[in-house]
């Protein structure tokens, strides 16, 4: 059965919105995290970016305590992040490029051109028990390195299909680098996850892809979190304003 992660990063972003360098607010990620195992996930995925611009150190402290199916730290290659991961111990983390001014992760990694690096993180995180995922685009040559620097798991960046969906042609040479990357991957012993802009419209064309073990996602759930509960929360604010004397 095909997995779901569910990213809990953008309840963090609103969060920040409002309660920033406060040791507390709402929405809180962690009773999200929870939220979404109690309705199936089999996973929570949150990224603790250098600029901790949404999840902060505390979040992924208290999801390692209450997440009870896998935690999946992403993570930019960097010895402040590993060091923190060998403390937390999530199940997996996944290797991702953080540049500063993207608003969310744009780009897979480029694991060919960063073999010795990647490696030697690798060793140091599986030496700790925690099994390593290659966030990269659906390229053959990254596909290969990801083997070579000997991660248990690729995320293939759904980034492109996702935008292109629309434009069949376009979209359809996406599926097409998708499906050739993860049979790829998968005849190299690499287990295979993807990710990235997925959501309620382009889901159901993923199915195409062989091999995949899990699906990690964000915005969509939490977008459609929003938009769910928006009537409900104005229901509930207004039975509290009914109170109002007079
Ligand atoms: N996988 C990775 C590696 C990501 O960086 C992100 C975005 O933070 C996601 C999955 C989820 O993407 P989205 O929020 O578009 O579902």
Redesign the pocket.
């Known amino acids: 059965m095909l997995k779901l992660g569910v990213?809990i990063?953008?309840v963090a972003t609103l969060r920040e919105a409002r309660y920033r360098g406060r040791g507390r607010g709402e929405p809180d990620p962690v009773a999200a995290a929870m939220q979404c195992e109690a309705a199936g996930a089999l996973g929570i995925?949150a990224?603790l970016r250098e600029d901790r611009r949404h999840i902060q150190d505390r979040d992924v402290w208290q999801l390692r305590e209450v997440v009870q199916t896998r935690l999946n730290l992403?993570m930019a290659n960097l010895p402040e992040m590993v060091t923190l991961a060998l403390k937390l111990k999530p199940e997996i983390v996944?290797l991702?490029p953080e540049r500063r001014r993207e608003v969310?992760?744009e780009g897979g990694l480029n694991a060919a051109r960063a073999i010795r690096t990647l490696t030697e993180t690798r060793k140091k995180l599986n030496g700790a028990g925690i099994e390593v995922s290659l966030?990269i685009a659906p390229d053959a040559r990254q596909v290969k390195a990801a083997a070579r620097i000997g991660a248990q798991f690729v995320?293939l960046h759904t980034g492109a299909f996702a935008e292109n969906y629309f434009a069949k042609a376009a979209r359809n040479e996406e599926l097409e680098r998708l499906i050739a990357a993860a049979r790829l991957a998968h005849d190299t012993g690499l287990k295979v996850n993807a990710?990235?802009?997925?959501n309620y419209t382009n889901l159901p064309l993923l199915h195409l892809v062989p091999h995949l073990v899990e699906l990690?996602?964000?915005?969509?759930i939490v977008s459609r979190a929003v938009t769910a509960g928006l009537g409900h929360a104005v229901k509930e604010m207004l039975v509290l304003m009914r109170k109002y004397p007079g």
């Open positions: 990213n990063d953008h995925t990224h992403e996944c991702v969310t992760t966030f995320e990710g990235h802009g997925l990690n996602i964000g915005h969509a």
